[in-house]
Structure formats: structure tokens, C-alpha cells
């Protein structure tokens, strides 16, 4: 495919409208021509601000024989269903993290997608980050040696209310889905290799986590092989105004050196607010991910659709990170070191 | 109450041993007897009895026969800490006795009985106790208005003992059976103490990968991350070992990441440091190590006071007994429930072994 690629966008909340909407305006061989959501104002809101059209049901959206792709920015627990719809409706689709709530949900996404013969991408915007592709070029380097360790921190007050579907366990995950495929992702990226034990310990700290009986902090240990190390905390349970700048923590270890990343070290300016204390950097718009990481993604994905790109992130990666943060929330509750076999395809 | 207290320090091998004569030399209640050169590094010990102007003694014996005494520093290698503490215990002299306490838990607790047993006070010394900001979060966690402790990650990195630029021999350290482990054991087991301390419960689970990634051949281990999960429900994390290399400017890595239900600490420099930057190197030194003089003061006043020392011989045996643990759970592959792991490595002591003599 050679032309313009025409998408539809079905999800207008926090990340639909504010980094997937926002991003087509700098991918000229990509047209957004539609946008959806149930909330009628948010689509509309979207559709002025981007020229598509509004819908408020996906269904049309699917319809339209003139959209090529779809952009799925929903609740988790929606992204199986209507990514299995999409692809059997011949539309290529690129879908938000985490892939799915279930491992077979991920499976029947795989199959739809090989069956149909489309381009099935997750949004695993760490990947297309530069921050987090710039360590992944100085490891293939080989600049600090042979990978031996990761220690990871992905770390925030969640500022959502206890109805939000993010609490929920079946719904949006909990911090292990929702957070975790960040990590396993990175993980599994930056070792290049299949896991071999995961094991983990959750808590259920914040009211709101307590109240849907889901985990809102967690540390996480994974082990490759030849005993190397993943270590992460993830986190919504940290003070309401626990600084930004603070969210991101990387720390690698290789046999010939040591590489450190820290989101304090993108910031070189520090803000001091009569309400809210010393905090750094207000120019990341958003918390955890670079707008130039979803412009980035969605170009990738775009280029993917017009055969100009292999994917970066194939759907088996994606369903990796799944069954790892899976298989942590298993060790979790089961208080037990979980195997990859277990989780495994 | 004692005015001053009578030390000596014996033996140079730790690379620990210069700081603590300093501190001794320093308080104003401490009164340095002598320096006994007992093993590794005996000619750095002399110089530095002449530098201090106090007696040195080659032997325990010439030790002795010194009157003044009532305490010994013991910085030897680890695997002569059972012998040394019998020794000083049957002059009736207190120890403040360097980590690890001992290289086996059969070691660390004939110490303890030992001790017990002479009515001696046995103290281990264990910096983050004495850093300022890990005693403000302590403390913060004591008057509630931290809230509850829900997690602690600690790190600790420093660099392969043999590189440090020190008229001190260090090979010692390489080898477990005179240390009693490598990299994880040498510099985590102060902050295993830590996390001990801050949640203010004892370990029950234990999780832990541990190994030689970098200097393979060469050392026990290099590197250890351990997850532990305390009987009050507290999450701790360490990661630590030998992985700093030669470029990192200064020696240690040290790190506190501490979270309660209304605040998070992050404690990335304990101590007060300066940089220095010149044509070929970039150094950060600490300007300051408040930590070794707190330590120092706490044990010259259990001493002076008659009372138990705020770091005692039990805490260094499980702080020991953590690290093995996390051995323990790396060569297994499982959770180490630790309270039963413990009592089975201990049970098997019988009383022959509750001696100084180390068995054969
Ligand atoms: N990559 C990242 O860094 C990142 C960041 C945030 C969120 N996410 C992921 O993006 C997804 C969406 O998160 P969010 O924060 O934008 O959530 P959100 O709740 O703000 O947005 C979801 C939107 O979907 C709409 N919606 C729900 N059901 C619908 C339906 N049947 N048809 C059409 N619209 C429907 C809702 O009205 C809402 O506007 C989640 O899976 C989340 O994990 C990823």
C-alpha cells in the first residue's frame, strides 16, 4: 500500500484524545478520518480539534470501507473484542497497551490477526521512546558489556477515582497489567531472550485498590537466563504530589559497566510552586512516555500498513509482556516464584 | 559512669580499621591503647600505632599485659571474629566487632553465646543506623507522622575491594572462606540490617538471585537482588555487590527508596560529599562519614552507661543469616521461609561448639 493510510480512531479518553489524536497532524503518509466514543462530547471534542468525523459507535467505524486502520485507545478489558472485530473486518490495527486482560484473549488476537492477514501492532510506547531507545542502542553497542541487571521504577499517585475502570481487576488490571507490560516489555526488550522465573509481591495500599480488590503496588523480581536480573517496583500508591520527575527509573548493569537513567536527568530545570512544592520537568506533557514516542509509534505502525516496515514489536512480544505481568500478579497472590513454562505459548 | 574508655583496635586487615582509629583517636571519651597488627596489613597497623603515638603489639599476648583496656575494635577477617571474641571476652573486654559478625552461622552464634555468656557488650557496627537521613526516616517512622511503612528498596554497589588505592592488602576479601561471602554479603549486609531496622520487623519470606556476572572467576559473588517480605507485611528490596567499575567516580553506590502511606523518601547520597574533577578522573568524595562516628559513640556509651549497644551481636547474626538466605533462595530456586530456615541451621549447634575454639 502506497497510499495514504486512512484511520479511524476509536477511544477519545486520556491518551485517545491527548497523545493517538494529536499525533496524525505530524504523519503525512497517515489521515485520521474518524474519530469515536461513547461519550459524545468527548468525540466531538476530538473531531473539531482534528477535522475527522465523530462517531459514537465502533461499529460504523468498522463499517466505513474506506478506513484502512483503526487506532484502539479503549479500557483495557475492551481491546480483545474489538481488535478481533477490526481484523476480521479487514482493518489493520494498532491497539494500546496492556494487549488484553487474559492470555487468551491475546492468543485469539494473534489468530485474528494471521488469519485476516493484518497488521496487528500494541502500543508499547516505551519502545519508541528516546529516552528508553537510546539505552537499547548503547546495549547493542555493547558500550557497558554483556547485560546483567535491570532495576526499573515506574512509580505515581494514580489520579483517577475509584470507579475508573483502572482499579478494576478484570477491567483495567490492576498496577500489574497496567504498569507491569511497561516493565516485562523493557524487560524482555532489553535482554533480547525468553524469561525463565518470575516472582513477585503485591499490595493493595490506596482505598480505591482496596475497595475492587486489586493491586496498586508491586515489586517485581525476573530472572533470564544465566541468573541476570530484572528488578522493578510499580506503583499508584505514591503521594498525590510525588513529583513527575520522578516516575522513570533505569538502572543496567553489564559486565563492563554501568548505565543509569533517571527522568530527574531530563529535566535540567526545577520548578518550586506555592502549592505543589519543587517538582521537575513541566515540558513532558505526560507522565511516563515522550509525545514524540506516539508520534514515533504511530508513524512505525503507519509504515508497517504500507509495507515500509517490519514491526518492532510483534504481537507475540506483546503477549510476552501480558503473560509475564500475569504470571507476577500469579506469584503475587499465590505467593510462589511462577515458570515461564507456565505462562509460555 | 566510666569518663573514659580504654580501646584498642585489633588487627588492619578491613579496609574499615583507619577510619575507626580515627574515630576512636577523635571521641572525647575514647582513648586509643593500643593497635595490635593480628593478620593481613600488620606493617599499615605499626605505622599507624607511631602515627598515633600508641603502643604496638605483634601478639594478643603483649595485648594483654597492657593495662587501660576495656575494649577492642575488631577488624580482622571475619573468619577470626569467633576466636577474637572468645579471646577478649575472657579479659572481660567489651567488642565492637566489624561486619560480617562471622563466616558461618554456627560462627555468628557461638559469638553471640559467647558474649552472652561473659556478660560482655558485643556490638556490630552498621552504617546506614548512623546515616543522618536514614535516622530521620526512622525516626519519622517512629512519631507516626510518616504514616505506615508500606516499602523499602535499598542499593548498595561499591567497587572490588583489590582496587581500592590503599597501602592495605584486600585479596582477602575475595575469598568467602576468610570473608564469609563475596560482593552481595561484603556491602549489602549493612543495608539487610537496614531494612531489618526501618521495618521494625524480622524477616519471613525470602526470595533472591545471586552470582557472579562480572568478575567471573575471581570472586563468591558480585552481585545479589533480594526480595523480603517482612512479618509486618513490609516489602523490602536489595540489590547489591562488587559492580561499580573503575570509571564510576567514587566508590560506593548507595541508595534508600523508602515509602509509606503519606510520604516517599529517596535517599540517593547518605552521605556529605563534595566532587572532584581533574584531567584524567572524576571523583565524589564524601567529606563527612558521620556514620562511623555515630557508631563509635554509640558503643563507647553503651559502654560508659552499662546498657546494651543499639546494634547488637543477635543483630548482626541476622543480618548474616539474610544474606545466606538469599544464598540459600538462589541455589533453590524457592522462597525461603525464614524464621524455620533459621532454626533448622541453628538447631544443629550442640553445645561443643558453643565455645571460641573453632571446630575442626
Ligand atoms: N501507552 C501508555 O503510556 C498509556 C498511557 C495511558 C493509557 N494507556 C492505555 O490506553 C487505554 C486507554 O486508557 P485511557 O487512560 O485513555 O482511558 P480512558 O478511560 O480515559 O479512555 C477510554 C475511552 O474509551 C471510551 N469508551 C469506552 N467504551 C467504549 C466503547 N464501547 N466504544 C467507544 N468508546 C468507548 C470511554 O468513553 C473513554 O473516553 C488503556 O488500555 C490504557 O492502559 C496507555
Redesign the pocket.
Given at each position: 500500500m502506497t497510499s495514504i493510510v486512512r484511520v479511524g480512531l476509536?477511544?477519545?479518553?486520556?491518551?485517545?484524545a491527548r497523545?493517538h489524536a494529536p499525533a496524525y497532524a505530524h504523519i503525512p503518509s497517515a489521515q485520521l478520518v474518524a474519530v469515536?466514543?461513547?461519550?459524545t462530547t468527548?468525540a466531538h471534542a476530538v473531531a473539531r480539534a482534528t477535522g475527522a468525523t465523530p462517531y459514537f459507535?465502533?461499529h460504523e467505524v468498522l463499517a466505513r470501507d474506506d478506513i484502512d486502520a483503526v487506532d484502539i485507545?479503549?479500557?483495557?478489558y475492551?481491546?480483545a473484542a474489538v481488535s478481533v472485530e477490526a481484523l476480521r473486518q479487514g482493518k489493520h490495527v494498532l491497539c494500546?497497551?496492556?494487549m488484553a486482560v487474559t492470555l487468551e484473549e491475546a492468543d485469539a488476537m494473534i489468530t485474528a490477526a494471521r488469519e485476516a492477514n493484518r497488521v496487528l501492532m500494541i502500543?508499547h510506547?516505551r519502545r519508541f521512546d528516546p529516552r528508553y531507545t537510546t539505552v537499547k542502542h548503547a546495549l547493542v553497542q555493547g558500550e557497558i558489556g554483556h547485560l546483567v541487571h535491570v532495576r526499573r521504577a515506574e512509580r505515581q499517585h494514580l489520579p483517577f477515582p475509584g470507579d475508573?475502570?483502572?482499579w478494576h481487576p478484570h477491567a483495567?488490571g490492576g498496577i500489574f497489567l497496567?504498569i507491569g507490560v511497561?516493565v516485562t516489555d523493557l524487560f524482555h526488550w532489553y535482554f533480547a531472550t525468553e524469561p525463565e522465573t518470575i516472582f513477585a509481591l503485591g499490595r493493595q495500599i490506596r482505598p480505591e485498590a482496596q475497595a475492587a480488590r486489586s493491586f496498586d503496588h508491586a515489586v517485581l523480581l525476573i530472572t533470564f537466563p544465566d541468573g541476570r536480573i530484572a528488578q522493578a517496583e510499580i506503583s499508584w500508591a505514591y503521594p498525590p504530589h510525588f513529583g513527575r520527575s520522578q516516575y522513570a527509573l533505569l538502572e543496567l548493569i553489564g559486565t563492563q559497566g554501568r548505565l543509569v537513567y533517571s527522568d530527574r536527568d531530563a529535566a535540567p530545570m526545577l520548578v518550586y510552586d506555592s502549592n505543589d512544592g519543587l517538582d521537575l520537568p513541566t515540558y513532558f506533557r505526560?507522565m511516563?512516555?515522550l509525545e514524540e514516542a506516539f508520534v514515533a509509534e504511530i508513524a512505525h505502525f503507519i509504515a508497517v500498513v504500507r509495507g515500509e516496515a517490519e514491526l518492532l514489536i510483534t504481537p507475540e512480544d506483546a503477549r510476552t509482556a501480558l503473560a509475564l505481568a500475569i504470571a507476577a500478579e500469579t506469584s503475587a497472590r499465590e505467593q510462589r516464584p511462577v515458570s515461564w513454562q507456565e505462562v509460555a505459548p | 559512669m566510666k569518663d573514659t574508655v580504654g580501646l584498642a583496635v585489633i588487627s588492619y586487615a578491613h579496609l574499615h580499621a583507619p577510619r575507626y582509629t580515627a574515630a576512636i583517636v577523635e571521641h572525647p571519651h575514647a582513648r586509643l591503647v593500643a593497635i595490635v597488627g593480628y593478620g593481613e596489613n600488620a606493617e599499615v597497623a605499626r605505622a599507624e600505632a607511631q602515627r598515633y603515638g600508641v603502643p604496638y603489639c605483634t601478639t594478643l599476648d603483649d595485648l594483654a599485659t597492657l593495662s587501660g583496656v576495656d575494649a577492642v575494635y575488631l577488624a580482622s577477617e571475619p573468619k577470626d571474629h569467633r576466636h577474637l571474641v572468645a579471646w577478649a571476652s575472657e579479659q572481660g573486654w567489651h567488642v565492637l566487632c566489624d561486619k560480617p559478625i562471622a563466616t558461618t552461622l554456627t560462627d555468628a552464634a557461638a559469638i553471640v553465646h559467647i558474649a552472652q555468656q561473659a556478660g560482655i557488650k558485643l556490638m556490630v557496627p552498621f552504617n546506614p543506623r548512623y546515616q543522618l537521613p536514614v535516622q530521620r526516616i526512622k525516626s519519622e517512622l517512629e512519631s507516626g507522622e510518616a504514616g505506615e511503612l508500606i516499602a523499602v528498596n535499598a542499593l548498595k554497589y561499591g567497587k572490588l575491594p583489590v582496587w581500592a588505592q590503599s597501602p592495605q592488602r584486600a585479596e582477602w576479601f575475595l575469598d568467602p572462606a576468610r570473608s564469609g561471602g563475596g560482593g552481595f554479603l561484603d556491602i549489602g549486609i549493612h543495608a539487610l540490617d537496614a531494612l531489618r531496622w526501618l521495618s521494625n520487623s524480622d524477616p519471613a519470606r525470602i526470595y533472591a538471585r545471586v552470582g557472579t556476572y562480572i568478575h567471573t572467576g575471581q570472586v563468591a559473588e558480585d552481585l545479589g537482588t533480594l526480595v523480603v517480605e517482612f512479618a509486618n507485611g513490609v516489602i523490602g528490596t536489595l540489590s547489591a555487590g562488587w559492580v561499580n567499575p573503575q570509571g564510576f567516580p567514587g566508590w560506593l553506590d548507595i541508595g534508600f527508596e523508602v515509602l509509606t502511606t503519606r510520604r516517599a523518601y529517596h535517599v540517593y547520597s547518605p552521605y556529605h560529599s563534595l566532587s572532584i574533577y581533574t584531567q584524567d578522573r572524576a571523583e565524589r568524595r564524601a567529606w563527612w562519614r558521620r556514620d562511623v562516628y555515630g557508631l563509635v559513640d554509640e558503643f563507647v556509651s553503651a559502654i560508659q552507661e552499662d546498657r546494651d549497644p543499639a546494634i547488637t551481636g543477635e543483630d548482626g547474626l541476622i543480618a548474616l543469616a539474610m544474606a545466606f538466605a538469599a544464598y540459600e533462595s538462589s541455589r533453590t530456586g524457592q522462597v525461603v521461609e525464614f524464621k524455620e530456615w533459621l532454626q533448622r541451621q541453628l538447631k544443629p549447634l550442640s553445645s561443643s561448639t558453643r565455645t571460641g575454639e573453632t571446630p575442626p
Open positions: 476509536i477511544g477519545c479518553g486520556n491518551i485517545g497523545a469515536c466514543d461513547v461519550n468527548r459507535d465502533y485507545c479503549l479500557p483495557t475492551l481491546h494500546e497497551k496492556p502500543g510506547v475508573a475502570w483502572y483495567g497496567d511497561h505526560f511516563s512516555a | -
